[in-house]
């Protein structure tokens, strides 16, 4: 959490994904279910261009989005970003959001460091949002 961050009258939650790979949607549910009482506004953040999408891209994003609309009443924003590196220029726009990065479970060679998470190395560079990442 960064040293700004303060309870307000709401909580935005983006989940920023390149939709390569299916949700798993055990630790969003886990994460919301912490805020069920509160203000929470939620989005989804694509990290390509609208219409390149493969069609197994857009069925994991439409099953992420009607999931989403299981949980919360309101309605779920989506918005297409690319390339990906203008992740931190969003996250800067965005400072008081909870950013939910899905990213690939590291392997040995990034346990190690000889590899590193282009969407975790964008990420670390700032100190304004919160972060839940969730590896799968």
Known sequence: MPPHATASNGISL???????EKINTVEIQ??????????THMSILVLKKQNTLSDIEADYLELLLNYLKQLS????????LSPRDKLADYAISHRDEIMCVIDKKPDIFR????VNSKIIAILKQLKSNSVLTIHQ
Request: proline share 3%.
């Open 14 to 20: 983006t989940v920023a994904s390149d939709f390569q």
């Open 30 to 39: 886990r994460f919301f279910k912490a805020l069920t009482n509160t203000n």
């Open 73 to 80: 009443n309101k309605p779920i924003g989506l918005e297409f």
């Open 111 to 114: 346990k190690i460091g000889l």
